[in-house]
């Protein structure tokens, strides 16, 4: 087994931000999307397709690392998550 790396990671960090930032710019601009939507959007228009996105990577990263400027809510004719940003108007709980 090579050793480890010992490096700062700063490819993996510049990734993080990057996703982060088209994540809120898409959910700015389409409020009410699904994890689904998002990746398709950021996999085939925003040219992301070696980040290795799926919708359940999108579903537990938004709470983890955006959940202080976005928020989830049911949508109970699909059955999925949608999401919007905070004070959305297409929430059911407005905050």
């Known amino acids: 087994m090579p050793p480890r790396r010992e490096g ?13 930032i088209e994540i809120l ?15 398709a959007c950021l996999s085939n228009d925003r040219a992301m397709r070696n ?12 709470p983890r690392h955006l959940g202080d400027c976005l928020e989830w809510w049911q949508d109970h004719t699909a059955g999925r998550r949608v999401y ?12």
């Open 51 to 62: 980040h290795g996105l799926t919708p359940r990577k999108v579903g537990f990263f938004i």
């Open 84 to 95: 919007g940003e905070l004070g959305c108007t297409q929430s059911p709980h407005k905050s």
């Open 8 to 20: 700062k990671g700063s490819q993996k960090k510049a990734r993080f931000e990057r996703l982060k």
């Open 25 to 39: 710019r898409f959910v700015g601009a389409n409020p009410g999307c699904s994890a689904q939507s998002i990746v």
